[in-house]
């Protein structure tokens, strides 16, 4: 198998028959042979019956079911698991990602590169979604001491030496780009122009973006921790200097200035901080709780056209 496109599928059936019909004619173009796996996670508009219709008409299409909803990334693992190629295309099945782009971004894959990922022009996102995606990424940078781009997304194409280490990382919490990034190789970046979503609409609210980069950072960086102990040390140091002033003060001016409230306050301060600190061990901790139990990153239901078991 030369190329594998592996497409996790959530939220837009009605996709499916034009993103089958502009893959296999992008790829049928580049006269390779190739594969389209459709990971179902647990889609509740009921695209599983979609990607039957799929298999059952084109046997290069592979479908994977998921006994639930497992997220996103964890839906792409699967699919990299199915996955025999040479190489592996990864994309989204809004049609966001252009098919079109497949051949672009395997020639220049060609020119001795590992990964090579679609940086995307012209993303038809609001101006909210665009500034919050290019704001993670400073800030995941800033605890990572990363370089990243919010222009890339997953649509990218990597050799197979490259997918199977990815597949061997089986964290919890999950991040595809960023994994990819982490294990180096030859990696690089062409520009690709963005499509407006085919149907549906992102399921990726506010408050579920501002979790999953917390999950994000507190899985691959310590240093929220370190930053912790600094204002532990920082604020102790300040205190320290003001009772020694007000000790100081005391002997040569004598009597005990008034400030109820600001103890008040200092008081409260403390308690915040000292919270956060905990609900910060807390958060690196039950990343722990949830390595140690060692559950499958997920369950597969039915594989049609596929391998028969996946991990």
């Not at 407006?196 to 506010?206: L, Q, T, V």
């Amino acid at each position: 198998m030369d190329i594998s496109v592996v497409i996790p599928v959530y939220g837009c059936p009605g996709a499916l028959p034009e993103l089958h019909r502009r893959l296999v004619e992008a790829l049928e173009g580049m006269d390779k042979t190739f594969e389209i796996i459709l990971v179902d996670d647990r889609d509740p508009c009921n695209s599983w019956e979609g990607v039957k219709r799929l298999c059952a008409e084109d046997s290069r299409v592979v479908g994977v079911s998921l006994s639930r909803n497992f997220g996103q990334i964890r839906a792409i693992t699967a699919g990299l698991d199915q996955a025999r190629g040479d190489w592996v295309v990864v994309m989204d099945c809004d049609l966001q990602d252009r098919p079109e782009a497949i051949p672009l971004l395997y020639a220049k894959a060609q020119e001795g590169y590992d990964a090579v990922f679609a940086k995307r022009q012209d993303r038809k996102d609001t101006g909210l979604v665009k500034f919050l995606s290019k704001s993670f990424y400073k800030v995941y940078d800033f605890f990572t001491d990363g370089n990243f781009d919010s222009s890339i997304g997953n649509f990218s194409i990597c050799r197979r030496q490259v997918i199977s280490n990815y597949c061997k990382m089986r964290e919890k919490n999950r991040a595809f780009t960023l994994f990819i990034r982490w294990l180096g190789f030859r990696q690089t970046a062409i520009e690709v122009p963005a499509d407006a979503r085919f149907e549906g609409k992102s399921s990726y609210n506010f408050s579920r973006k501002i979790r999953m980069a917390f999950e994000f950072i507190t899985s691959q960086s310590n240093k929220p921790l370190l930053f912790s102990v600094m204002a532990g040390f920082v604020i102790a140091l300040i205190a320290f200097i003001v009772v020694l002033y007000l000790v100081i003060r005391s002997f040569v001016v004598g009597g005990t200035p008034a400030g109820w409230t600001s103890m008040i306050a200092s008081i409260y301060l403390m308690g915040g901080l000292i919270l956060m600190a905990v609900g910060i061990c807390g958060v690196y901790i039950g990343n722990v709780f949830d390595e140690v139990k060692d559950r499958p990153l997920y369950v597969v239901r039915e594989v049609l056209n596929g391998k028969d078991e996946a991990r």
